[in-house]
């Protein structure tokens, strides 16, 4: 059972990452502020090594990666602990998932993110044993051989071409999951033209709202704002709304993971696709909310918009008033601001989760590992 925040709070040891800024926040307060978080996850993991449910590894392979993110070690005991328990869902496939689960892709996608981050964590302490090689080798075969793409009996003229759904081929794809495919393949060591990649970047491209050569779905040109929705699978879906003409309305969070997939997958900033991103995500930027959806899935959208400029070496934000922002600085000052006694984050709006404090921490502290403040 979790342990209580008195009985092992502990002083974590804030190893630097390779990221800064140019603007970076106010260090005392990225400091305190993921001390705090850190802290909270190490007193909320169960003694199995998981967090929120041992059932499955999605939300505890989140927390894992968020630590090893904020700089712990792979051999620290809560981190340690928490490998092993994602471990025990390695299947004969190579796929990490849950018995029964409906969540095979997404959970694969996450795991494979840690093994990689673990690997790298110990290659940093002088150990280039890199012990999870063979899982993510095994896990990426695995989310290849599920992705849609032939195997599944589709040609690339086909909406679902190239995505990833929770439970890959076998249901509708959307960006989230295909996000998440596209930075687990990444993780691997796939290179940017691989027809996986490349297969993900063609359903990206028709997730967006810009009509192009690219993407000449039937929603492409209802909206052409340059922002992305969640699929254009099975008659297209957006959790943002549709407008009177059966637009389908473009969200922060799908925006951002959309803009991070093209450059992942080797766009350039010179792109119309890219350009047409980072307009849309600039025009409505705001910390208050993500746009479009107001509260839900904030957290989310925190992760998604830091990793994504940080991607595109984006210091400043510049709104559609014109205003300049550091956005790293800013991010910093709002989650210290929306952090809770006890070091944790929790969504009211409580949609995807994000009602977990142990899954929407892990989101909080995946963000700030882009916010590292510059060295001096």
Same mark, same amino acid.
């Given at each position: 059972?979790?342990?209580?925040?008195?009985?092992?709070?502990?002083?974590?040891?804030?190893?630097?990452?390779?990221?800064? $800024?140019? *603007? /970076?926040? %106010?260090? !005392?307060?990225?400091? #305190?502020?993921?001390? +705090? =978080?850190?802290? @909270? &996850?190490?007193?909320?993991?169960?003694?199995?090594?998981?967090?929120?449910?041992?059932?499955?590894?999605?939300?505890?392979?989140?927390?894992?990666?968020?630590?090893?993110?904020?700089?712990?070690?792979?051999?620290?005991?809560?981190?340690?602990?928490?490998?092993?328990?994602?471990?025990?869902?390695?299947?004969?496939?190579?796929?990490?998932?849950?018995?029964?689960?409906?969540?095979?892709?997404?959970?694969?996608?996450?795991?494979?993110?840690?093994?990689?981050?673990?690997?790298?964590?110990? $290659?940093? *302490? /002088?150990? %280039?044993? !890199?012990?999870?090689? #063979?899982?993510?080798? +095994? =896990?990426?075969? @695995? &989310?290849?051989?599920?992705?849609?793409?032939?195997?599944?009996?589709?040609?690339?003229?086909?909406?679902?071409?190239?995505?990833?759904?929770?439970?890959?081929?076998?249901?509708?794809?959307?960006?989230?999951?295909?996000?998440?495919?596209?930075?687990?393949?990444?993780?691997?060591?796939?290179?940017?033209?691989?027809?996986?990649?490349?297969?993900?970047?063609?359903?990206?491209?028709?997730?967006?709202?810009?009509?192009?050569?690219?993407?000449?779905?039937?929603?492409?040109?209802?909206?052409?704002?340059?922002?992305?929705?969640?699929?254009?699978?099975?008659?297209?879906?957006?959790? +943002?709304?549709?407008?009177?003409?059966?637009?389908?309305?473009?969200?922060?969070?799908?925006?951002?993971?959309?803009?991070?997939?093209?450059?992942?997958?080797?766009?350039?900033?010179?792109?119309?696709?890219?350009?047409?991103?980072?307009?849309?995500?600039?025009?409505?930027?705001?910390?208050?909310?993500?746009?479009?959806?107001?509260?839900?899935?904030?957290?989310?959208?925190?992760?998604?918009?830091?990793?994504?400029?940080?991607?595109?070496?984006?210091?400043?934000?510049?709104?559609?008033?014109?205003?300049?922002?550091?956005?790293?600085?800013?991010?910093?000052?709002?989650?210290?601001?929306?952090?809770?006694?006890?070091?944790?984050?929790?969504?009211?709006?409580?949609?995807?989760?994000?009602?977990?404090?142990?899954?929407?921490?892990?989101?909080?502290?995946?963000?700030?590992?882009?916010?590292?403040?510059?060295?001096?």
């Amino acid at each position: 059972m979790p342990r209580t925040l008195a009985a092992t709070l502990v002083v974590v040891s804030l190893l630097g990452t390779t990221r800064s $800024a140019t *603007a /970076g926040p %106010d260090e !005392a307060t990225f400091k #305190k502020t993921r001390t +705090a =978080a850190v802290n @909270f &996850l190490r007193n909320s993991q169960e003694d199995d090594g998981s967090w929120t449910t041992s059932n499955s590894p999605g939300i505890s392979g989140l927390v894992v990666f968020s630590l090893l993110e904020s700089g712990l070690p792979a051999d620290d005991p809560t981190v340690a602990k928490g490998l092993k328990h994602i471990e025990s869902f390695v299947r004969d496939n190579g796929g990490v998932y849950a018995e029964g689960s409906k969540h095979r892709n997404y959970e694969t996608c996450i795991s494979l993110l840690v093994f990689g981050r673990a690997n790298a964590a110990l $290659a940093r *302490a /002088g150990d %280039d044993s !890199a012990p999870y090689a #063979k899982r993510i080798v +095994a =896990a990426e075969k @695995f &989310l290849k051989d599920i992705q849609w793409d032939k195997g599944e009996g589709i040609e690339d003229t086909d909406v679902n071409w190239g995505g990833a759904g929770y439970g890959g081929g076998g249901n509708r794809p959307d960006l989230s999951n295909t996000a998440f495919l596209i930075e687990a393949l990444k993780e691997a060591g796939v290179k940017e033209d691989d027809p996986a990649i490349q297969a993900a970047l063609v359903f990206v491209s028709r997730t967006q709202n810009l009509e192009s050569e690219h993407n000449q779905t039937e929603h492409a040109a209802k909206i052409n704002d340059g922002g992305f929705y969640y699929t254009p699978a099975a008659g297209g879906q957006t959790k +943002a709304g549709t407008t009177e003409n059966g637009g389908l309305r473009s969200y922060g969070s799908m925006t951002y993971a959309g803009l991070k997939s093209m450059i992942y997958a080797g766009l350039t900033p010179e792109d119309p696709r890219v350009k047409a991103a980072l307009e849309w995500a600039e025009k409505n930027y705001t910390l208050e909310e993500n746009p479009g959806m107001g509260q839900v899935g904030k957290f989310y959208y925190f992760h998604t918009l830091a990793k994504s400029l940080s991607t595109l070496g984006k210091e400043t934000v510049t709104d559609a008033e014109g205003n300049e922002h550091q956005w790293r600085a800013e991010l910093v000052a709002e989650l210290a601001e929306l952090q809770k006694g006890n070091g944790a984050w929790l969504n009211e709006a409580s949609r995807w989760y994000e009602g977990d404090p142990n899954l929407a921490t892990a989101y909080g502290l995946m963000a700030l590992a882009y916010c590292e403040p510059k060295a001096e």
